[in-house]
């Protein structure tokens, strides 16, 4: 059983940072772990994933640059650092996991996924 809760979210104004942490327990090591997030009326949408081995990243355009993801395998903890933060960045932002080998891209992808944690971007 794999559970994911995340931490850090908040209000923020534009062109500063927050960290989002995404907590797990169970057997995540061997997991690629993902950042998704959902705007309001918006399909959820991919932010960024990491490998388990934390050595490969992938990020969205419209994060690239900007955002930093990362993993931390002794503390079982996921990482989104998240700088230079636009209003398009408001959303409620999840953690997911996979056991890898499907594309990370997809949220179908995943089958282990945290309760979320709202940020706001305030112009």
């Known amino acids: 059983q794999v559970t994911l809760v995340e931490s850090g979210g908040g209000l923020v104004q534009a062109g500063y940072s927050l960290r989002l942490s995404c907590a797990a327990s169970g057997r995540t090591l061997s997991m690629t772990m993902a950042w998704f997030r959902q705007a309001p009326g918006k399909e959820r949408e991919f932010v960024a994933a990491i490998n388990r081995a934390g050595g490969s990243t992938y990020y969205a355009d419209s994060v690239k640059g900007r955002f930093t993801i990362s993993r931390d395998n002794n503390k079982n903890t996921a990482y989104l650092q998240m700088d230079s933060l636009k209003p398009e960045d408001t959303a409620v932002y999840y953690c997911?996991?996979?056991?890898?080998?499907?594309?990370?891209?997809?949220?179908?992808?995943?089958?282990?996924w945290g309760q979320g944690t709202q940020v706001i971007v305030s112009s």
């Open positions: 997911a996991a996979q056991l890898g080998g499907l594309d990370r891209t997809r949220q179908q992808s995943y089958g282990y």
